[in-house]
């Protein structure tokens, strides 16, 4: 949950703060695990892998971005999605002397973080309840934190401020004598780093990536969904969404009907429902409809309290 996390935390800098859907961001993702996946068989560090996915992730965005970004709206979205279908049969076919093609990518050999320790070793391993959480989790957990740390200070920065006067009036940013293409060029590449990194992590939890997991669009549209969910435009709002996401698939896998028997198949169905619920629900996503319903709820209780006391000393008046 939390490497996807990784990698909506950007995509909603692009999508909820500049206003720029993309369908192709699995073309990063699937980059950066391939990329983490190719060096882990000469070099097994997963700084180094972390490194290499993110570095050659940021690299093809530059010109995938500069295309792309030429471009608004649907046209926008269908481009990005056409270079991230590209790339999906390139791992199948001509690249599959580097991706392994349609059998997947599973040659991962991940060393000991700082050569101590080992990623699938429990961190407290004398402790039943606690066996579960390896180094991995701890590893990742810190890599979230440090991505919502950035994109909080990039948001807070004037970097942030431009990026969500083009989400709001583009024309207007330009009438400033602001250049729309370079900001929304680097809203593009900034997110697509922690696409990147998101899939670095992604081998190194799975051990293995397949083209279907990594390029193909239904990746990349998990990603929009996820934002959605939680909340585009809300720092933290997508994490709630790919928390959502995550646990609606693990769930309805592991449920057995008695006479349709297993449904883990139809988990996506389940989810277009809840999807559907949650946004007339909360048309601005979970986070931000929570948090605007406790703050009016605690708003009428103040209120109720002051028109409480207001009554008490009226009638003590009397």
């Given amino acids: 949950m ?15 703060y500049t206003g720029l859907l993309s369908f192709g961001h699995a073309a990063f993702f699937g980059t950066g695990a391939y990329v983490a996946g190719v060096v882990s068989q000469s070099v097994g560090s997963p700084i180094v892998m972390l490194l290499a996915g993110t570095a050659v992730a940021t690299l093809i965005a530059w010109p995938i971005g500069w295309v792309s970004i030429r471009r608004t709206g649907v046209y926008f979205a269908v481009i990005t999605l056409t270079f991230g279908q590209m790339l999906y049969f390139w791992a199948l076919g001509p690249g599959s002397f580097v ?10 050999g991940t060393e000991p973080i700082l050569g101590i320790f080992e990623l699938d070793s429990a961190v407290f391993p004398n402790i039943d309840l606690l066996q579960s959480y390896t180094y991995e989790y701890i590893f990742v ?12 200070r990039i948001l807070k920065s004037p970097y942030g401020l431009i990026f969500e006067a083009l989400g709001q009036n583009q024309q207007r940013v330009s009438f400033v004598g602001l250049n729309v293409q370079r ?3 680097m809203a593009f590449i900034i997110s697509a780093v922690f696409a990147g990194t998101g899939g670095a992590l992604f081998i190194m939890h799975e051990n293995y990536v397949h083209p279907n997991t990594a390029y193909f669009w239904i990746q990349s549209g998990d990603f929009v969904i996820m934002t959605i969910l939680g909340g585009a435009g809300s720092l933290v709002g997508p994490v709630f969404g790919a928390f959502i996401f995550e646990y609606v698939a693990n769930v309805i896998s592991g449920i057995s009907l008695p006479v349709i028997g297993a449904i883990g198949s139809l988990w996506r169905i389940v989810l277009g429902a809840v999807f559907v619920i949650i946004v007339w629900t909360f048309p601005k996503g979970v986070y931000p409809g929570v948090r605007d319903f406790l703050v009016r709820r605690g708003a009428r209780d103040a209120l109720d309290r002051l028109g409480d006391r207001v009554r008490n000393r009226g009638g003590e008046g009397e």
Avoid: M
Avoid at 2 to 7: D, K, Q, S, T
Avoid at 99 to 108: H, K, L, M, R, W
Avoid at 141 to 152: K, T
């Fill in 99 to 108: 991706t392994n093609g349609d059998n997947g990518f599973s040659e991962v």
């Fill in 141 to 152: 957990a810190i890599l979230a934190l440090l991505a919502l740390w950035i994109a909080n």
């Fill in 2 to 16: 939390l490497i996807y996390g990784i990698v909506v935390i950007g995509y909603n800098l692009l999508l909820g």
């Fill in 183 to 185: 900001y929304k060029l």
